[in-house]
């Protein structure tokens, strides 16, 4: 088996772009905001015209600390996680809110809980008088400068390492599974100075939080995220996320954040995408799908995890390991969500400390490399011009601009019957090996028919890029 190197047309596509990062910097990826594609609606693009495709690695803390008795020390962002996501060619996270100024870990099923203590949070804690965890009460009438100086100085540094990154807002899962949630939340009312409380109804979960049930928190809620807005509004490599993981009584409060994030931007020089997760537990896709969201994070129902249906365009779909298994996934499903149309992204247990219940590091390299494989396929196809056409290709993962470029994966296979009936001409043909990132040697083909293409030595689990010759 020989890498397909100088003889390669992704390889050199690749060789260049990497010399042209280098005398450009680091930045040279952002050419103005992430908008939704009106060319291919399945795909962000930016003033290039071009598709960008989203991949990469996110962590429960890598906005804010969470330390305990046994860990201490702040996350190391920069360069720690920020060089590490380079190193893996990812391109894209999700920054983590946590609304709670402390968690059990027995609510996300770990092996071994613990508790852990949550900080900066947006709200200056000055008191008067002691919140239930002994440190001063929150005004929720005065943002804290803190918070939002590390904020603009991790998207900043993220930016000058070219990676594009989803700002969580808000976080619903820990209020709803973290045991005794609501006594660590800033909006109990042992914990604020303001008379607020955030379980109007008493029954001691607070969900309501996360609802148009009370005025004065709504206002709270929005004054902060403009704040959030105003500070952010500069970079172009920001994305908007309303809430992870929320339960599903809170659609109506998700669909007016969205959009009075769109209608506060419109004022604003630049303008970002918003998106929408899974609601948990017990929430629909349709909700999604049916959201002014620009983007959506749908869960397993229709087959996301096995089989993902092909992206319709209704939606740019980020498709999340998190909202599919929690912890879990596997390289095949990065490669069909790829080729059906989707950017795939991975909820990773990075240092093994916060996510601790799924540490085995074959899988998790795995993971990790075939995210940034796609990259290596993704960025030099024109990806704009490609739909899934699962109709074209007897694997049925096929995304393709028909008679020009096809992109087709042999998921645990080593041959493929590909329809080139309606594509005359000549093809050059190039495979790409997804378990270790080589391009490999393979011969021209002539269009015309159905072809039976078969990969390299037999090898499983492999691409097969088609792009027609045009002299």
Not at 65 to 94: C, I, V
Not at 231 to 251: G, Q
Not at 360 to 374: A, I, N, P
Not at 397 to 407: D, H, Q, R, T
């Amino acid at each position: 088996m020989k890498t397909f190197q100088k003889k390669s047309f992704i390889a050199t596509f690749l060789v260049s772009a990497l010399f042209f990062a280098a005398v450009q910097g680091q930045t040279a990826g952002f050419n103005g905001p992430l908008k939704v594609s009106d060319r291919n609606p399945r795909y962000f693009t930016d003033n290039s015209g071009r598709a960008v495709y989203l991949t990469g690695s996110h962590t429960w803390n890598n906005f804010v600390d969470m330390t305990s008795s046994a860990k201490q020390g702040k996350f190391d962002y920069n360069p720690g996680y920020l060089e590490w996501m380079k190193r893996y060619n990812h391109n894209f996270m999700r920054m983590w809110a946590w609304e709670l100024v402390s968690w059990d870990t027995e609510g996300n099923r770990e092996k071994k809980p613990q508790r852990l203590k949550v900080e900066p949070h947006p709200w200056i804690r000055s008191g008067p008088g002691q919140a239930l965890d002994g440190n001063l009460k929150f005004d929720l009438d005065r943002l804290d400068p803190g918070y939002f100086a590390r904020l603009e100085e991790r998207i900043k540094q993220a930016y000058e390492a070219a990676i594009y990154v989803s700002v969580m807002l808000f976080e619903g899962w820990g209020l709803q599974f973290s045991p005794g949630a609501f006594e660590n939340h800033p909006f109990h009312p042992d914990n604020n100075i303001n008379g607020i409380n955030g379980d109007a109804n008493g029954d001691g979960s607070a969900t309501e939080i996360h609802t148009m049930r009370d005025v004065r928190i709504n206002s709270i809620q929005k004054a902060y995220v403009m704040q959030v807005l105003d500070i952010l509004n500069k970079f172009d490599n920001v994305l908007y996320e309303i809430s992870n993981e929320n339960h599903p009584s809170s659609t109506e409060w998700q669909y007016d954040m969205i959009l009075f994030i769109k209608n506060y931007e419109k004022s604003l020089p630049k303008q970002h995408p918003v998106g929408m997760t899974f609601q948990y537990r017990g929430g629909s896709n349709k909700v999604l799908f049916d959201s002014p969201a620009d983007w959506i994070s749908p869960n397993q129902e229709g087959g996301y995890r096995d089989n993902p249906p092909a992206a319709d365009g209704s939606k740019v779909i980020i498709t999340d390991t998190d909202h599919l298994w929690g912890l879990g996934g596997n390289p095949a499903w990065i490669w069909k969500s790829f080729l059906r149309g989707m950017n795939p992204i991975f909820m990773d247990p990075y240092d093994c400390i916060v996510l601790a219940n799924a540490c085995d590091e074959t899988w998790l390299e795995s993971m990790r490399k075939g995210q940034g494989f796609t990259r290596m396929i993704a960025d030099p196809a024109d990806l704009i011009s490609m739909i899934p056409q699962p109709e074209l290709a007897s694997t049925t993962y096929c995304l393709a601009n028909k008679g020009s470029e096809y992109l087709v994966y042999l998921a645990d296979t080593a041959e493929v019957t590909i329809d080139l009936e309606n594509a005359p001409g000549k093809f050059r043909v190039e495979w790409f090996n997804t378990k270790t990132g080589e391009f490999l040697k393979s011969r021209r083909i002539k269009g015309g028919s159905r072809l039976v293409m078969k990969a390299p030595s037999e090898v499983r689990d492999m691409v097969l890029y088609l792009v027609k010759k045009t002299r």
